[in-house]
């Protein structure tokens, strides 16, 4: 199922060379359906400070809450309206490679530029499975592995990475595991990206990091830019770093969620089985806001603390 | 659902100006899959020789044995690859509201130009309920509706195009009714194309319509370019219509199928209840291959006739 | 994907001695979804009143307006609560080949007793084209063939029929095109059921019908039991008549919603594109009941005229 | 979507009082579609050797490599074929809390017994999300609550299991944390199937567990069912370890794949990304079998070790 024509084609080269990388969010209209203007605007507001690429239905843009064919949609979507401007990199991942290869090959067919690729969570399976699993989905185009054993139940360990790497679609690996890992792959030539925000800094600088995939700069997309790219920061690093404790004190994105609905991005719906961060965390969001300046921030309305009614979560969708 | 950023968003006065739209092949793999290389071809062909616009999975097309999300994906690609040279029109229409509702609002989503929109077929339904139908729909974006009793048996009567037509959506009408209808609905300034391709050259020049949405202009874009805007052309449409015969003694796409097989332009492979016409018809396609002219057609290999044997018939797709 | 366990495993002879199959309604919840109490209580009276069979999800049951996995649910569960006491029928057929088996597959997976099996409508094909359709899904269980050309836009011609006859599982033709074509088939020791309400008395007494797969008996079980099982009866036949001919005055099932839900045993809720008959037309139902006597009819509560504002329709689902 | 007519409609207490419950293998047929045939001799050799009950589409069963409709269309196959037999408990649960209310409705409406659910694996979510995930799909019917941390990364705490235990059909944990974990439910009179073959025989005998639900037991069923049934049997429990240990030496259902289609009982297909046991193991398996009694093992052919070409490994599914 091939295509030539597909006018984006890209090589993991061009994908390896991104610094910063949004796992973005996807908002939700009041019955649950997705909200593209809220999302158009988010992706508007990344692009204006610099995200050189999203993530499309990641674990931050709750893909593992849409059924397969919003989730192609929202690639093509994407492409369509950002192409030209940002990498779109769709999590066409799976646990079931069935999914995996009939998702990512209808992704790379509407025109994105690189998969995001899971290792088979909560199903788990051998080194020489997750060997199968990855290699039948590399020959389809430039690919992320991405390894969260906090997520997934199992790591990924450097030997499946390192059998794979020859693949010349293989970009690299988002790690979350920490930056000793990182630098044990950077040092065998393997592009990666750090999964911790809280760690990104030092990975870029310290251990060989090509850059972050990032759930924070969905919030602070310019300061994630300098973070990025501007040189060691630990004065800046420090300065978000209660903020970023903020968003990960519950499973990502929850707390994500919740802030964008207070700085008046997006509408106040969560799907199950996500439920808001409670009112006193949502005070002291505005508090972080204010201390690091909301003009970092992405919006223009004032940052607001909701009550719990206004909050609409939806369980059929 | 609606997107402001869609970068080809489409008024109905450009597609009203259309007059070639071609009702493009899906070509197939031997496991029944899409065949992208061989369908972006077959796009491209259609491009260099002036076709404005594509319906894609068309009643042509064979729309109605994809699953939606094939059918959304394949908007999708035509859109990515080709949505800058040509005007991408997705065939989001059928018999279920719900279903037409879901993959209109997609198919938007990810660029589409227009819809083209069939009434209720086999379900059918009340003067009132094709109504609520089309309004249903028409909300969402450009939209060309589709009239032909013989597939669908209920003809969509005229009132019922009057009420819808002032909608701003409303782009027009393929009318299959006949040119008797076309002259009827065209004196009231409601653009047709004709469905029909025996009819379409008098109903261009003779009866109103403003062009065709055509079957045999996927083997002979040219010719049909040359029929829709050069002028009255008596001669080359007498010419025309041994294949225009030949295309539709069987329900079509049967006919298209097998040519553009014969052609070398796709593979001989069938998606049930779709079968090959017979030798006999196959010996006789070769010849007014010939009679025409082989460079009129779309690919440069010889034409030839193909055997029982080569073709693929495939059920579970 | 064939099982030697299902418990109603059902020869074609079995299916072939029902004389009165009823088309049932599927009826809904506000939000769309199924309202299985109120089908099962349908089923239910259906059971009551000597009803033999019944088809799930057929035209009558919009089963061009479900999902399949709606479709197939809908089937298992009438197997699972019904099962013992009247043979279940799903309509697994479609204008798709794919869809045709897949759907059938599962329907015999889950203990359906029978198919019933459509020709391609609207998409169409050739007479080889047909045969190989229903060659296809013949050889997984009892089927049905339907031919109602008013809806299909192609009549399936004798000489199909007869070519397909000869499969152990064939087990007959519900026939809309006429008594004559009854007579026809009949006499070659073909089954038959009336596939016209209007019709069935004579089919049944006098062109050589096994019996009728009705729509009518939706609403007055016992009656049509009488006119299948008590012999010739002219009378009766003509007093249901007014009946008949109301229920039909828009494409079925719009009179037939109408009824039920003026009955009080469904809820007014429609999908699209499916509306309720005009007030004059529900003031005349009311009338026919009180002319035929309410105790006839399902149900017991008084028929009542519901009001524009009563009824729900919905587009989503 | 209620339905009062189900014909097993089965309480809380009729779930609790199972001891032996089988997380059912799923075999597939060389294209990758389920093996029926296979499947039902499997369940009647359960049946046969005294368990009451199975999981269908657990972990085990694969259910996160199925689509839904064919998780669906086989709980409702099960429930046909043997729901007078045995208590059929659909794995309806998901991360996604929209897909396990969908999928836990259909499961109730083709006749499940029971639920099982998990927590939102890979997503996870905060404490409250938690009890509104699973409060969402307990009202549906008996529900058992699954909690298996090392795969779904994320332990449900006693906490939540309290506050979700007061609804009626909450029937209660399959618990994989370890037989404290087991006594400290138990001793809160909460009903506790150990979920670890390993440790059930204490868990049954020392920690106040009811039973278990099995994997081992797919193999070995009568042991299985002497183990929970018969009394303390250390003997046995000891003499059945080399067979677990082997078992779980990778992830499960690696090891059932491999021991069950060298038993002669499933087809050696294999849906990746699970793939075979080397041949060491597969030897080693043999070996094990004759050291416990090939008359103990499910099926009557002779243990054999398959090579590497006799498995088939399928990818698009």
């Not at 911790?196 to 800094?201: A, I, K």
């Not at 008046?264 to 719906?269: A, K, L, S, T, Y």
């Not at 799907?271 to 006193?280: D, G, H, I, M, S």
């Amino acid at each position: 199922m091939r295509s030539l024509e597909v006018k984006n084609r890209t090589s993991a080269s061009e994908i390896q060379c991104l610094r910063l990388i949004t796992a973005i969010k996807t908002p939700y209209l009041p019955d649950g359906r997705f909200d593209l203007e809220a999302y158009d605007s988010l992706v508007h507001m990344q692009i204006l400070n610099g995200v050189e690429g999203v993530i499309v239905g990641g674990t931050t843009g709750e893909g593992h809450l849409m059924s397969w064919d919003e989730h192609v949609m929202l690639i093509a979507h994407t492409v369509n309206c950002f192409g030209s401007s940002i990498k779109v990199i769709g999590n066409t991942g799976s646990n079931s490679t069935g999914e995996a290869v009939h998702a990512t090959e209808q992704g790379f067919a509407v025109g994105m530029h690189a998969a995001l690729h899971i290792n088979p969570y909560y199903g788990k399976t051998s080194m020489q499975g997750l060997i199968s699993h990855f290699e039948t989905v590399l020959s389809m185009g430039p690919t992320i592995i991405y390894n969260v054993p906090s997520r997934t139940g199992q790591d990924i360990p450097p030997q499946v990475i390192h059998e794979i790497s020859h693949d010349a679609n293989m970009a690299g690996v988002k790690e979350c595991v920490g930056n000793d890992r990182v630098k044990d792959h950077a040092d065998k030539g393997i592009v990666i990206w750090s999964g911790n925000d809280n760690e990104c800094h030092d990975a870029r600088w310290g251990y060989g990091a090509t850059g972050v995939i990032s759930v924070t700069s969905n919030l602070v997309p310019g300061l994630f830019h300098k973070l990025m790219f501007d040189g060691k920061n630990p004065l800046l690093n420090e300065k978000l770093m209660p903020l970023i404790d903020w968003l990960f004190c519950e499973p990502n994105p929850i707390g994500l969620n919740t802030a964008l609905a207070q700085l008046g991005v997006i509408r106040p719906v969560f799907r199950l089985p996500y439920v808001p961060l409670p009112l006193a965390k949502r005070v002291e969001f505005v508090k972080i806001v204010q201390s690091i300046g909301r003009e970092f921030f992405v919006g223009d309305k004032d940052v607001q603390v909701l009550d719990d009614d206004d909050f609409l979560l939806v369980g059929r969708y």
